[in-house]
């Protein structure tokens, strides 16, 4: 069985994926890609101690190779992404977590007060958010919408593989009665791109994540948000808190659109890259 040293292997990775990516890109994906099919660590790559070439992992790694080279995300060939301490299954069911709703996640946990709060998230997806809120928040009581049955399928699967208990259930917001009482705390990341910023969009995303899950209509882009702030306002107890994230382009109309409707205290945060990415709104009165 042949053996290589871990950076030469990686400078091969890189060559091969150059076409496609940039180096740092690249070196990223060979470092992953390293430990997901030989089980190299982060230290045994510094340290390049030599590995063995197992013949099983060498197919796997120039198929992988070739996938990213047609643009297929990285997170859907290793199968899973870590979100705030989670472990969860990606596929094309769902869209890929990603880092500004760990953020979003952080600022739920950081400002709860209350000891087992009652929880909805609208659009759940791979159930990212409220399995990671349930697991930060033990006693809370997490339910979960989505209008995908696949992406709820793929979300029970999570909650599963976390050893969670979230109330998962088939709704759609804009046709359906709403069935939940009052509640605590209300999040989502709704569909809020516009369908013209297509043309702009990387082809990992547009051929490998539904678009039921990013996508909205120009002439509206913020329908989702108009129809969750007002079932938030109907069904948030007083001092109940809604969180979104948001497009960094729609800060300003979000703020008046949420105290158009009665919120107040409202509350626009910045991701890590300095954009306006998640806002916070509290209801004080009926």
């Known amino acids: 069985m042949p053996f290589e040293k871990p950076k030469a292997k990686i400078q091969s990775i890189v060559e091969k994926l150059s076409g496609v990516y940039d180096e740092r890109e690249a070196t990223n994906m060979s470092n992953l890609l390293l430990s997901h099919f030989y089980g190299l660590d982060r230290m045994a790559i510094i340290l390049n101690d030599e590995f063995s070439l197992a013949e099983h992992s060498e197919q796997s790694l120039a198929k992988a190779i070739n996938e990213l080279n047609q643009h297929k995300p990285i997170q859907h060939i290793l199968g899973s992404v870590e979100f705030y301490g989670c472990e969860l299954?990606?596929?094309e069911r769902?869209?890929?977590p990603r880092p500004e709703t760990e953020e979003l996640v952080d600022w739920i946990v950081t400002e709860n007060r209350i000891e087992a709060p009652s929880i909805l998230d609208i659009g759940t997806g791979t159930g990212c958010i409220?399995?990671?809120l349930k697991k930060a928040i033990p006693n809370a009581q997490v339910i979960a919408v989505d209008v995908s049955e696949e992406a709820l399928t793929l979300a029970?699967?999570?909650a599963k593989q976390n050893s969670v208990e979230v109330d998962f259930t088939l709704l759609d917001i804009l046709e359906n009665t709403f069935p939940f009482a009052q509640l605590d705390i209300m999040v989502s990341n709704?569909?809020?791109i516009p369908e013209s910023d297509k043309a702009e969009m990387n082809s990992n995303v547009l051929s490998f994540e539904p678009h039921l899950a990013l996508f909205v209509e120009n002439h509206d882009p913020l329908i989702f948000y108009r129809r969750i702030a007002e079932l938030a306002f109907q069904h948030l107890k007083i001092g109940g808190i809604l969180y979104f994230e948001i497009h960094e382009r729609f800060g300003k109309e979000m703020i008046k659109l949420v105290e158009d409707i009665g919120f107040t205290k409202v509350l626009l945060k910045k991701d890590l890259q300095g954009k306006d990415r998640m806002l916070q709104a509290q209801?004080?009165?009926k």
Do not use: R
Request: aromatic share 12%; charged share 20%; proline share 17%.
């Open 89 to 91: 299954k990606v596929d």
């Open 94 to 96: 769902a869209l890929i």
């Open 130 to 132: 409220p399995i990671a």
């Open 156 to 158: 029970q699967e999570n």
């Open 190 to 192: 709704p569909p809020y």
């Open 283 to 285: 209801k004080y009165s």
